[in-house]
């Protein structure tokens, strides 16, 4: 066991995928000399070599592009988006080629896009945004957003031994906060599986990514009053983990749906959704969201403090819910 | 590591000189110091700021570009528009900024022309012809098309310019505003400052030839290269591209040769810059070049002018930052406002 | 001084065999005899499955490059290359249910007309966003690079792609790493409507070439010996190492846009004039003239191809449409060979 920050995890999963298989490389800007703004990947050009660590120009439709043209002709690349707020730049290439090219002519795209999603940095509108809604309803994608160490290694190394494309979403604000001793063997993370946290018969919270924190956090000052939260991390946001979302619905009968993507169409709603349709006999309330409100993200801290969830307002919402 | 510059072997100082058909009163030699000054100083200040976490967010420096971004806006006239990339605070100085107004932004205060809502050069006001800038670089191109556009449609003797790094060039927009611009022979001026470096990307692996401006016959539309260390060289070129736009020759793409004398930002050592080519670049620092410029023509009658002039800067830097510090931060309820126009 | 004949005058670098020239003769017929079939009597009788773009006076481009594929080598055609399916073995049969929605054409109904591909033949299938094949290709290009191999991608696109961004994109990426894709530009004179000056300020694409620091080539798309030469260059050249190149053919769009245009907005006598430049016609007087061809054999070529597409309609009417449980298959991998 070591113990391994959550952005070391992301770089080790890349690293072992490198090493065992030859066909998994990593394009990007500033990936190779510098390696990465987050140092995702550094010393992978020195172990790697520039022809599988490629310093890209800035053009993040190319770098997806080449991506789906490396991998029609049997390679596993990992994209790197600098800020995963630049995704939107190669939205066509993710949605328009990459997603449907197994769908139209049976040809896998086994690609990788990744980068830090997230605010709390004081980044400001361009460098905190969650983008799994824009690519939520497309079919041909999958999404997912580790909150864990473990999680983060386990499923970048799920992502990129899957034959289809995969989003990846690592929140930039548990970089270095979040440790963990993680085993030394090789080990998996399944796309579509949730994972349940914390157990509890009261009340469940259905979230992921940096937001899983709040909830646990949430979950303790609760628990003081004798509220039992049982909170679900999603890990995978497409394909959704229906079951694991029904059973813990069916448990608790009390829900809250949280994330840090805004309110509006967020991926929330339909979690909310499948649950009002295939659990409606269990529930003693209404399914609550919690998210930021429709705004860009602010960038000075009062502002962005107010925008996003806070502990104090999920054990306010939570209590609301368990006395209905 | 590859290098697009070579370094200078000879001792001769990096001399400027006054471009031919340039002619400036003395009023404007010193205006050109002073804004080059007023840039130096108030990202000094910023970086300490910074240091003392005071500024929240990212801080990038426009340390060596001041002369490309003062002279190019210097050129610019009542009516026309104009943009900053990350390192243009020069020219928003330019084009009537005050320093307690990027403090304020810069600070995340309520003062701040954003109220708090985005950070850095992300701001502007319409009516003063200044756009704010997205994070997404280059993308201000196609923007700019459609503002000069405007101007063409309604037979305004104007133009819109704004500001891409050399790796910017390398994005969708670029190419789709410049060629949107010049099949329709638009009054939009880009200029290209190419500073050696995309973070740690170098030139020579943002394009493929030594020179950018050549792209310029790509897109079929004028284009020219220029010592952005020279401010005055800055203020000629933009100054006659300007003339061609308004004369309806269509866009102009510039090419300024520069240098990002720090990191791509301020927690960046930019170590992956090899020493040869940072000391040839401090060589040619715009603002030590005008300095020595304006003492060796005597523009300057002593050198207490130039002290003055900088004595003034500090004091209303000292007096922009005290203002800033005490300001309060946005109020949360301001969250929620100017989402939509209502 | 004598005046040679045209036809013993070297004016190419490269020049096919006379194989190879009665080889591209029988595609270049093909090609119109498939596509006029599917658009001028299968589609206006209602037997297609939406949209139909053909590629009318612009055989020439797609056989005199796609002559030069090697098995091994990638291509991503865009929506007038049908040249390049043909010639890679893919046979008009798929092709016709391809344009019938069946379930034997090559997207399995899934997509219709030139929006095909098939991996086990190396051809890419594009997208209607013009221009993102572009830095597909230099993808493909970019592991042949890294894996040491004298592969090559092809890439087509017309010359209003030229204006995407993807494009620009894709061709920088590929000038900066050396990589070895070659890139054809089709230019047709029109974008659907748009003609040549309202897509760029410049005359040729080819000028773009220098700014990305790679060859570029102005070549009469409709001289299939002239596109032979130049595209055997650029072949060349991407396989030994000297990175990518643009190759642009001037030809003219002899239909619409697509089957249902009219085209009104073109001026009748560009078609009057280009007519008289059909690359097919030019070549076959040619061949008759050298003495490779007679009228006799071109004659029997002709029935050939027709006998080929009368084969291939008729197979095509008999395959099934997909059913409609498939509609959610593969959308993700199932398990099955890619």
Redesign the interface.
């Known amino acids: 066991m070591a113990l391994t920050t959550y952005v070391d995890a992301i770089k080790e999963g890349i690293w072992e995928e490198m090493e065992k298989d030859d066909r998994v ?1 990593v394009l990007g ?2 990936v ?3 390696g990465g ?1 987050f140092k995702v990947t550094k010393g992978m050009l020195d172990k790697f070599g520039p ?2 660590v ?22 596993r ?1 990992v994209c790197e988006m600098q ?1 995963i ?2 995704i ?2 190669a939205f ?2 993710i949605v ?2 990459a997603a ?9 795209v086994p690609i990788v896009v990744r980068g830090p999603c997230g605010g709390g940095v ?6 905190s945004q969650n983008p799994e809604a824009y690519f939520f309803n497309v ?2 994608l ?1 999404i997912v957003c580790p909150s864990t160490a473990y999680d983060a290694k386990g499923l970048i190394k799920a992502a990129i031994r ?3 494309p995969v989003l990846y979403f690592e929140h930039k604000y548990l970089y270095r906060r979040i440790k963990e001793d993680l085993p030394t063997d090789d080990f998996i993370v399944p796309i579509g599986k949730a994972a349940l946290r914390r157990e509890g018969d009261d009340l469940s919270i259905i979230t992921y990514g940096a937001m899983v924190y709040k909830a646990l956090e949430a979950a303790d000052e609760l628990a003081k009053d004798g509220i039992e939260v049982e909170v679900l991390d999603l890990r995978t946001i497409l394909p959704l983990d229906e079951e694991a979302i029904l059973a813990t619905a069916k448990k608790t009968s009390k829900v809250i749906v949280m994330h840090e993507a805004t309110m509006t169409g967020g991926p929330g709603g339909e979690v909310v959704a499948r649950i009002a349709q295939k659990a409606f006999e269990y529930l003693d309330g209404p399914i609550v969201r919690i998210a930021p ?4 993200v ?6 962005e ?3 996003l969830p806070q502990v104090k307002d999920i054990v306010a919402t939570a209590r609301k819910l368990a006395a209905y | 590591m590859e290098s697009m510059v070579k370094p200078s072997t000879s001792e001769t100082p990096y001399t400027l000189t006054i471009p031919a058909g340039l002619a400036l009163d003395r009023t404007s030699y010193l205006e050109l110091y002073y804004f080059m000054a007023l840039n130096r100083k108030l990202e000094e200040r910023l970086s300490n700021l910074y240091r003392q976490n005071q500024v929240v967010g990212g801080l990038y420096s426009s340390l060596g570009q001041e002369g490309c971004s003062v002279g190019s806006a210097y050129a610019l006239q009542r009516g026309d528009f104009f943009a900053p990339m990350i390192r243009n605070l020069g020219g928003l100085l330019v084009r009537g900024v005050e320093p307690q107004q990027v403090m304020g932004q810069y600070c995340a205060r309520a003062i701040g022309p954003t109220g708090g809502k985005d950070l850095n050069v992300h701001f502007g006001w319409v009516d003063r012809g200044i756009v704010s800038p997205i994070s997404m670089l280059a993308s201000l191109v196609p923007v700019f098309a459609g503002i000069a556009l405007e101007m063409k449609m309604k037979g305004k003797p104007n133009v819109a310019l704004t500001y891409v790094g050399d790796g910017a060039t390398s994005t969708t927009d670029f190419h789709e505003g410049m060629n949107f611009a010049a099949v329709h022979k638009l009054p939009l001026i880009i200029i290209v400052e190419n500073n050696g470096w995309a973070y740690s990307t170098p030139t020579s692996r943002q394009f493929n030839v030594p020179d950018f401006v050549v792209r310029a016959e790509g897109y079929g539309c004028y284009g020219e290269m220029f010592d952005g260390n020279n401010v005055m060289t800055a203020l000629d070129v933009t100054r006659r591209a300007r003339e061609r736009c308004v004369n309806g020759e269509g866009p102009v793409l510039l090419e300024a040769k520069t240098f990002r004398r720090k990191g791509h930002a301020e927690h960046d050592d930019a170590g992956y810059v090899p020493a040869e080519e940072r000391a040839y670049w401090e060589k040619r620092d715009p603002l030590d070049a005008y300095r020595r410029f304006l003492d060796m023509h005597r523009i300057v009658e002593t050198s207490s002018e130039i002290e003055e002039i900088d004595t003034r800067i500090n004091q209303m830097l000292d007096t922009a930052v005290d203002e800033a510090l005490a300001s309060p931060f946005p109020d949360p309820s301001t969250l929620m406002e100017n989402v939509y126009g209502d | 001084m004598a005046t040679e004949p045209a036809t013993k005058r070297p004016r190419f670098t490269h020049v096919p065999s006379d194989k190879t020239k009665l080889e591209m003769l029988h595609y270049m017929k093909l090609v119109r005899e498939i596509e006029d079939r599917i658009e001028r009597k299968l589609y206006r009788q209602g037997r297609i499955v939406g949209g139909v773009y053909v590629g009318l006076g612009q055989e020439a481009i797609s056989v005199g490059t796609a002559i030069h594929m090697e098995k091994d080598d990638v291509v991503a055609p865009s929506h007038r290359d049908m040249g390049v399916f043909l010639m890679r073995g893919i046979t008009s049969r798929r092709i016709i249910a391809q344009y019938m929605g069946r379930r034997t054409g090559l997207t399995r109904g899934r997509d219709g007309n030139m929006h095909m591909g098939d991996m086990n033949y190396n051809v890419i299938a594009f997208v209607s966003h013009l221009g993102d094949n572009v830095p597909v290709a230099a993808g493909c290009a970019l592991v042949f690079k890294q894996r040491n191999q004298k592969r090559v991608a092809l890439c087509y696109n017309g010359e209003g792609a030229t204006s995407r961004g993807d494009w620009h994109e894709g061709i920088n990426f590929a000038s900066v790493h050396k990589l070895p894709v070659v890139y054809f530009v089709n230019n047709n004179a029109y974008a659907y409507s748009t003609p040549i000056h309202l897509q760029m300020a410049i005359e040729d694409v080819a000028m773009r070439a220098p700014g990305y620091g790679i060859p570029g080539e102005v070549v009469d798309g409709n001289d299939i010996l002239a596109v032979y030469d130049a595209a055997k260059r650029a072949v060349d050249f991407a396989r030994s190492g000297g990175g990518p190149s643009l190759v642009e053919f001037k030809t003219f769009r002899m239909t619409g846009h697509s089957a249902h245009d009219d085209a009104g907005y073109v001026p009748p006598e560009l078609f009057e004039e280009w007519k008289r430049k059909d690359p097919i016609p030019r070549f076959e007087k040619q061949l008759i003239e050298e003495g490779v061809l007679t009228e006799k054999r071109r004659d029997e070529m002709q029935m050939e191809c027709v006998k080929i597409v009368d084969d291939a309609v008729d197979w095509a009417e008999t395959q099934p449409y997909p059913a409609a449980e498939e509609v959610t298959r593969d959308v993700y991998y199932e398990g099955q060979e890619s």
């Open positions: 490389f800007e500033d190779g000399i510098y703004a022809m599988r490629i310093d890209t120009p800035i053009s993040e439709s190319a770098i997806v592009g080449a991506a789906i043209g490396a991998s029609l002709v049997g390679m690349p800020f707020d630049f939107s730049c066509d290439q328009n080629f449907k090219c197994r769908y139209r002519w049976n040809a896998g004081h980044g400001g509108p361009f460098h079919p041909g999958k899957d034959p289809d409100p429709d705004t860009p602010p960038y000075s801290p009062p502002l403090e107010a925008f």
